[in-house]
């Protein structure tokens, strides 16, 4: 795996804190250029805090994140938003603004230095549109849209950045079951057809398991584990990562494994291995 190809994501010894609260501790990582890969932890374990500054949107306190063997927090914002684009779930829309404005916006940082927009920005904020499935609301203000659909309308914004490597912070949020599986199922078809590097945050272990080809959690502001969905989605994941108590089984046609969650654990389970529980 070369890790200075476009789209290869590392992070070296990364950490990172907010005043009084230290959240990530020493980030080891590398993601190969095409890779999709899934990103899982307890709420507050640092996940969207990692996309942030693999997105150049943070400065780490030590360690770095390299973008196609870039360091990350050396390159403009600009500079950053044509390597990586991030889907967050970001402050409400301003009055108004359409879907088409607002996905057209994710066209800046390709734009020339006085802001003009450049041959071919309209197709690609049209594929954009397309990709993620809201081209019919393309006229419609986005303050007036669901909460689901204002989510797919995020990830056509991040789309339009036309970058290598996306990352997706809880892409399925709001969605309900059929469009959760519309949109992984985008992901894993535009990873396809063009190459893409994909991190995601996902709550749900099973589309995790089902839709990524690498799991990554994040405990303690450490990888606690990283591999393979069938090597390493276990019981003891479940206890020790999300500290659930439940049981796994291979999916009867797909094979890949599927949880069943039972009981929250108190708290989750001291880890067996300090670094990898696979
Ligand atoms: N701007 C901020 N200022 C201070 N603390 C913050 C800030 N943003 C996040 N935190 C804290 O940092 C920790 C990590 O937050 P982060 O959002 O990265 O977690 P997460 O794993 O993405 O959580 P979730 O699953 O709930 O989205 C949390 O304890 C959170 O309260």
Redesign the pocket.
Known sequence: MDHREPGAVVAEGLRFG??G?E?LRGVDLRIGAGELVALV????????????LAAGLLRPDGGRVLLDGEEVARLSRRGAARRVALLHQSAPPVPGLTVRQLVRQGRYAARGPLGMLRDGDDAVSARALADAGVADWAGRPVDALSGGERQRVRLAMALAQDTRTLLL??PTTYLDLRHQLEVLQTVVRLRAERGLTVVM?V?DLNHAARFADRIVA?RDGRVAADGKPADIVTPALLAEVLGVEGRVAPDDRGGWPVCYPDHPLEAARPLRNENHIH
């Open positions: 907010y005043p609260r959240v932890g307890l709420n507050g374990c640092g996940k969207s805090t990692f996309l942030r912070d809880e945050v709550h994040l």
